[in-house]
T-cell receptor, first 112, second 114 residues
Framework: QQPVQSPQAVILREGEDAVINCSSSKALYSVHWYRQKHGEAPIFLMILLKGGEQKGHDKISASFNEKKQQSSLYLTASQLSYSGTYFCGTGLTGGSQGNLIFGKGTKLSVKP | KAGVTQTPRYLIKTRGQQVTLSCSPISGHRSVSWYQQTPGQGLQFLFEYFSETQRNKGNFPGRFSGRQFSNSRSEMNVSTLELGDSALYLC?????????????FGEGSRLTVL
């Protein structure tokens, strides 16, 4: 039931783009994205709810393909500050009786 | 606005002992959830409390338990510690359901079991 993230790790140069994928074998209601820097707490990036809506924040955006139960996180023109581990979390229901299950994470390293 | 506070930040225990971790959520947040983080496994959901009631539970043995107080502060307890319990335990608070709202994480309690 744990979503599968790919790739497991990626190294970029500043200014390059990256895509991180999150796939589930279950029908999803929501997909959540968090970033965690080494030694720090995870920080919320965005939530995508059932409906295939694409969201964006600055140069980071995400899509949610309901039919494929997949979400992709797009990082455009990466900056050094983008380095960290990205986790996707999946929710199966919209009600209060639901878990949030996280993937194992994708480690992103941005080099100068 | 104060963030989520977890105590203690670091602790060392031996096998067979028990441990209690504490989490103070952001003021006004009634949902508190707990996660175990180990290298290579990501964030594993333990349980969620809302208004003093356990609302959701992950797939962990009964040695892992928790509770929430009327002021929304939460504690989790691990009894009969095993080496494999060594991990970073993260607490998160939110205004709404954990699968539809933003989670605010604390910096975690790092438990080492010897």
């Amino acid at each position: 039931q744990q979503p599968v993230q790919s790739p497991q790790a990626v190294i970029l140069r500043e200014g390059e783009d990256a895509v991180i994928n999150c796939s589930s074998s279950k029908a999803l209601y929501s997909v959540h994205w968090y970033r965690q820097k080494h030694g720090e707490a995870p920080i919320f990036l965005m939530i995508l709810l059932k409906g295939g809506e694409q969201k964006g924040h600055d140069k980071i955006s995400a899509s949610f393909n309901e039919k494929k139960q997949q979400s992709s996180l797009y990082l455009t023109a990466s900056q050094l500050s983008y380095s960290g581990t990205y986790f996707c979390g999946t929710g199966l229901t919209g009600g209060s009786q639901g878990n949030l299950i996280f993937g194992k994470g994708t480690k992103l390293s941005v080099k100068p | 606005k104060a963030g989520v506070t977890q105590t203690p930040r670091y602790l060392i225990k031996t096998r067979g002992q028990q441990v209690t971790l504490s989490c103070s959520p952001i003021s006004g947040h009634r949902s508190v959830s707990w996660y175990q983080q180990t290298p290579g496994q990501g964030l594993q959901f333990l349980f969620e409390y809302f208004s003093e009631t356990q609302r959701n539970k992950g797939n962990f043995p009964g040695r892992f338990s928790g509770r929430q107080f009327s002021n929304s502060r939460s504690e989790m307890n691990v009894s009969t510690l095993e080496l494999g319990d060594s991990a970073l335990y993260l607490c998160a608070s939110s205004l709404s359901s954990i699968n539809t709202g933003e989670l605010f994480f604390g910096e975690g309690s790092r438990l080492t079991v010897l």
